[in-house]
């Protein structure tokens, strides 16, 4: 099979969806891997080291979707590429469909084969491919919280872990994943006083067993949130109902009774944000305030730290896309039922139902295409 690794185009973005490590082991299975030029440099990856591995260097996207059986990306595909998609095509990257309607339209018309990582989901229900870029997002939370605590960017003028004599911040966590765990031992490393919040209890359950003393466990539910974002100095938006959007638990009406200067990082804003105030936002342009409370909703914050996200990312997906590269999509997901949870949109149908509840699609089971 022919690879394509493009060079990501959203703002800010730096990662690249191969390293150089990887391609090698691709190349050594017998297939072709191209790479735009460029696409590793924000990564820390010269042109050189694919074209060492035996990779070829391709000067224009318009190439590689030509080209290529299969297009990797780190981000969902953005409109300059959209005319590109070819059908048949396999792209294979994070969509966040649910999220986004009128790219799930772009890609029914496109007639691809699109595979999202954030679906590839293990029998246990975990989430292999999302995990590493949510262990980043999850610690990157509670850097960024400490930051916009200062009063320079509207923040309350507090200092996150507090020092002798005065109390440290208080940061709530809704959902107690992988985003929420990573940025709970942050938070409380540090020594804030942290809560998360989960709806299920045998995670909370798990959780009261390995976090330490300063952090406090409650089951969600609408009233423990309204009452616990009160004595908060930190919100993180850590949820998740796979591929499908996200549930606004922080309401527009709950701004006014939060403290003046509280921040609000809703990492959950890639499945569409699960605080009723939070509309995306850039790496350049990361926060706003709405009611006095300082949101933060970078969609793409493993972006900024590409030199240990591109790594963590390769480590994840290479198995996930040689296994596609040797078997082709079908008998891939024929074989391995995590990869055919991956399947979104198939040859013009929603094959995710979450995608397809989100915007009131038909959903056809992909076994149904294979
Ligand atoms: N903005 C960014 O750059 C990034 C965003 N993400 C996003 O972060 C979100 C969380 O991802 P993970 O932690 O990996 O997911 P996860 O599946 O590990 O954890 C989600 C948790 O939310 C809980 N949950 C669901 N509904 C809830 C509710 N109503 N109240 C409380 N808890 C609830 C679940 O029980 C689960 O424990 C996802 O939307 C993911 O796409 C992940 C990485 C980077
Ligand atoms: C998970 C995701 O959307 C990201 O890493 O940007
Ligand atoms: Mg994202």
Redesign the pocket.
């Known amino acids: 099979m022919i690879l394509g690794i493009l060079k990501e185009i959203k703002a800010e973005e730096n990662r690249v969806s191969m390293t150089p490590f990887g391609a090698e082991v691709v190349v050594q299975h017998g297939h072709t891997v191209l790479v735009e030029t460029g696409a590793g440099v924000g990564s820390g990856f010269s042109d050189d080291a694919y074209r060492r591995v035996g990779a070829q260097i391709v000067d224009s996207p318009a190439d590689i979707y030509a080209r290529a059986d299969m297009v990797m990306h780190v981000k969902e595909p953005l409109p300059p590429e959209y005319d590109l998609i070819r059908e048949n095509q396999i792209v294979f990257t ?1 969509l ?1 469909l649910a999220a986004n309607e009128a790219l799930t339209r772009v890609l029914m018309d496109r007639r691809s084969v699109n595979i999202a990582y ?1 679906t590839i989901q293990k029998p246990d ?3 292999p491919l ?2 590493p ?2 262990e ?3 610690r ?1 939370a509670v850097q960024q919280a400490a930051k916009y605590l200062e009063m320079a960017y509207g923040g309350q003028g507090i200092l996150l872990a507090g020092v002798p004599g005065v109390e440290p911040a208080t940061v709530v966590i ?9 940025a709970a031992k942050m938070a409380c490393g540090l020594g804030a006083k942290v809560f998360i ?4 209890l045998e ?1 909370l359950r798990y959780l009261s067993d390995v976090m330490p003393a300063n952090c406090f466990l409650l089951a ?2 609408p009233a423990a ?1 309204r009452d616990v974002v009160k004595k908060a100095d930190v919100v993180i ?6 591929g499908a959007k ?2 606004k ?1 922080v309401t527009r009406d709950m701004l006014p009774t939060m403290k003046k200067g509280a921040v609000l990082i ?6 569409g944000g ?1 605080f009723e105030t939070s509309k995306p936002t850039t790496h350049t342009n990361p926060i706003y305030t709405v009611d006095g409370v300082v949101h933060y ?7 900024a730290v590409p030199k240990t996200s591109t790594l963590a990312l390769t480590n994840a997906t290479l198995p996930y896309a040689l296994e596609i590269a040797n078997k082709g999509w079908r008998q891939a997901m024929k074989d391995n039922p995590e990869i055919a949870k991956g399947a979104n949109v198939i040859a013009g149908h929603v094959t995710h139902p979450g995608v397809a509840e989100a915007f009131g699609f038909n959903y056809l089971p992909v076994e149904r295409l294979l």
């Open positions: 994070y966040h954030e229900g975990s989430l999302l995990t870029m949510s980043v997002a999850g990157m809704l959902g107690g994943g992988v985003v929420g765990t990573n919040l989960d709806k299920n995670r969600s539910s949130i938006g850590a949820v998740l109902i796979p996200a549930p638990l809703d990492v959950a804003i890639d499945q699960c909703c970078v969609a793409n914050m493993p972006g």
